[in-house]
T-cell receptor, first 115, second 110 residues
Framework: GAVVSQHPSWVICKSGTSVKIECRSLDFQATTMFWYRQFPKQSLMLMATSNEGSKATYEQGVEKDKFLINHASLTLSTLTVTSAHPEDSSFYIC???????????FGPGTRLTVL | RKEVEQDPGPFNVPEGATVAFNCTYSNSASQSFFWYRQDCRKEPKLLMSVYSSGNEDGRFTAQLNRASQYISLLIRDSKLSDSATYLCVPCLGQGGKLIFGQGTELSVKP
């Protein structure tokens, strides 16, 4: 159990375009979903916390107008990177929790490359 | 002081060896703790949850000392497949926010 999927697994786009990443909990309802970013050889950095039906809470330094998060249901959250630039190239990973024991289950990640 | 401190390694050990990782955390409000493993270019996968003074799961034993704000992970009879980065992850109870450090890299050699 506790499977989280993420789509797409990788994407290459031109500078200035927007990219949408989907995160789904497949076999459980996720009260909360999280979005992380990880640069090579660095630790996971939390970008935002998302609860179904409410606005996401962004970490300090993360632009909410650039990284749009929508948590439409208990099994789906989306992250849209708007007007992507090369510095946005990174590994984006979502996670979901049932809220029971605070364990987070991670999706397989999306590798974004902005040319 | 960093929120989570781990020896980055790499730890290079032969198959069958016992290896121990140490971790200290700075936020005494941390309520629960996890060990995750992350393979190169993959997502973290939950290895163990640590809720009381420690617990054991097969070859893996985790210990928690809240007074010292210290967590350890012991791997016995290490396998080639144990090669990964091991992440000690405290959880702040409010909102379930996980605190990630850089982890400890383990390389198990034949």
């Amino acid at each position: 159990g506790a499977v989280v999927s993420q789509h797409p697994s990788w994407v290459i786009c031109k500078s200035g375009t927007s990219v949408k990443i989907e995160c789904r909990s497949l076999d459980f309802q996720a009260t909360t979903m999280f979005w992380y970013r990880q640069f090579p050889k660095q630790s996971l950095m939390l970008m935002a916390t998302s609860n179904e039906g409410s606005k996401a809470t962004y970490e300090q330094g993360v632009e909410k107008d650039k990284f749009l998060i929508n948590h439409a249901s208990l099994t789906l959250s989306t992250l849209t990177v708007t007007s992507a630039h090369p510095e946005d190239s990174s590994f984006y990973i979502c996670s979901a929790t049932t809220g029971l024991y605070n364990e987070q289950f991670f999706g397989p990640g999306t590798r974004l490359t902005v040319l | 002081r960093k929120e989570v401190e781990q020896d980055p390694g790499p730890f290079n050990v032969p198959e069958g060896a016992t290896v121990a990782f140490n971790c200290t955390y700075s936020n005494s409000a941390s309520q629960s703790f996890f060990w995750y493993r992350q393979d190169c270019r993959k997502e973290p996968k939950l290895l163990m949850s640590v809720y009381s003074s420690g617990n054991e799961d097969g070859r893996f034993t985790a210990q928690l000392n809240r007074a010292s704000q210290y967590i350890s992970l012991l791997i016995r009879d290490s396998k080639l497949s144990d090669s990964a980065t091991y992440l000690c992850v405290p959880c702040l109870g409010q909102g379930g926010k996980l605190i990630f450090g850089q982890g400890t890299e383990l390389s198990v050699k034949p």
